[in-house]
């Protein structure tokens, strides 16, 4: 994901410009599970409150058959984390994911058509599905497992964190690694896929570095780690109990008030 980031810090602030993308994969079977988003790895100072409001809206479009199995992924998600951390010691901060999710039909669908054709990208058949409609079903052995076929909303699974610092050179911030904790509660309807039904426990470390590039105004950031979860309400005989996860990028600052930023995740 490119992004350019427009924000009205200080100039004594502006290097907090360079920070990861708080998103996660909206993929309705994915987005289920207490997979973490990405953050930096300076925590939050000890007595201070920080909040982030984030919408992350994704339009899936799979249909594909293979063997006993067929998967039906169309419409769209919308994600919207109030996500609160709270800097409790001078080396402990401790934050809540507080999220409300969105299942409805494509109302992007349009617009990505007409953007493929311009640039003259495949559709990958959303031309011959119906239009602006909401499946997301799995079936196997001519058995339908999962069907959302109706707009459904509320509240998600929450996630409860907690992070220490591990290391920062010199007192300065400028290089840092961080050992963040989460566990995710079951509190999302899982006939809605608003929620897994499982208790998900992950633990990462996260580093950056705004020293070694810093001439030209460049930082980078990454993060790897691992969640275990329960079993799943949601296909328990499809799921894994055990991932790893980690993301990656860089992000070049030329001005207080711009950021580029480029980040993978996996």
Same mark, same amino acid.
């Given at each position: 994901? +490119?992004?350019?980031?427009?924000?009205?810090?200080?100039?004594?602030?502006?290097?907090?410009?360079?920070?990861?993308?708080?998103?996660?994969?909206?993929?309705?079977?994915?987005?289920?599970?207490?997979?973490?988003?990405?953050? #930096?790895?300076?925590?939050?100072?000890? *007595?201070?409150?920080?909040? =982030?409001?984030?919408?992350?809206?994704?339009?899936?479009?799979?249909?594909?058959?293979?063997?006993?199995?067929?998967?039906?992924?169309?419409?769209?998600?919308?994600?919207?984390?109030?996500? +609160?951390?709270? #800097?409790?010691? $001078?080396?402990?901060?401790?934050?809540?994911?507080? %999220?409300?999710?969105?299942?409805?039909?494509?109302?992007?669908?349009?617009?990505?058509?007409?953007?493929?054709?311009? @640039?003259?990208?495949? $559709?990958?058949? =959303?031309?011959?599905?119906?239009?602006?409609?909401?499946?997301?079903?799995?079936?196997?052995? *001519?058995?339908?497992?999962?069907?959302?076929?109706?707009?459904?909303?509320?509240? *998600?699974?929450?996630?409860?964190?907690?992070?220490? %610092? +591990?290391?920062?050179?010199?007192? $300065?911030?400028?290089?840092?690694?961080?050992? =963040?904790?989460?566990?995710?509660?079951?509190?999302?309807?899982?006939?809605?896929?608003?929620?897994? /039904?499982?208790?998900?426990?992950?633990?990462?470390?996260? *580093?950056?570095?705004?020293?070694? @590039?810093?001439?030209? $105004?460049?930082?980078?950031? /990454?993060?790897?780690?691992?969640?275990?979860?329960?079993?799943?309400?949601?296909?328990?005989? =499809?799921?894994?109990?055990?991932?790893?996860? /980690?993301?990656?990028?860089?992000?070049?600052? %030329? @001005?207080?008030? +711009?950021?580029?930023?480029?980040?993978?995740? /996996?």
């Amino acid at each position: 994901m +490119l992004a350019i980031f427009f924000g009205g810090a200080p100039v004594a602030a502006a290097a907090e410009l360079i920070q990861p993308f708080y998103s996660r994969n909206l993929n309705p079977f994915v987005q289920l599970y207490g997979l973490p988003a990405a953050e #930096g790895a300076t925590i939050t100072p000890e *007595g201070r409150l920080d909040a =982030r409001l984030v919408l992350d809206i994704a339009n899936n479009f799979t249909n594909a058959a293979a063997e006993a199995e067929t998967i039906v992924i169309r419409g769209e998600t919308y994600r919207t984390v109030l996500a +609160l951390r709270y #800097g409790q010691k $001078k080396n402990l901060e401790l934050g809540i994911d507080l %999220p409300s999710i969105s299942h409805s039909r494509g109302h992007l669908n349009n617009f990505i058509s007409d953007w493929h054709d311009t @640039f003259g990208l495949p $559709k990958g058949d =959303r031309d011959t599905a119906p239009n602006d409609q909401l499946t997301y079903q799995y079936g196997e052995g *001519g058995n339908t497992m999962v069907a959302v076929t109706g707009a459904a909303s509320g509240l *998600g699974d929450i996630l409860f964190s907690a992070a220490v %610092p +591990l290391w920062e050179e010199s007192g $300065k911030k400028q290089r840092a690694l961080a050992l =963040r904790a989460a566990v995710k509660a079951p509190t999302g309807s899982t006939l809605k896929l608003l929620g897994s /039904g499982s208790t998900d426990v992950s633990l990462r470390l996260n *580093g950056e570095d705004r020293q070694t @590039f810093a001439r030209a $105004k460049i930082a980078y950031f /990454g993060s790897m780690g691992a969640m275990l979860m329960s079993e799943s309400d949601v296909l328990p005989n =499809r799921q894994r109990h055990a991932v790893g996860f /980690g993301s990656v990028g860089f992000g070049w600052q %030329p @001005f207080s008030w +711009l950021a580029l930023k480029l980040q993978l995740d /996996g």
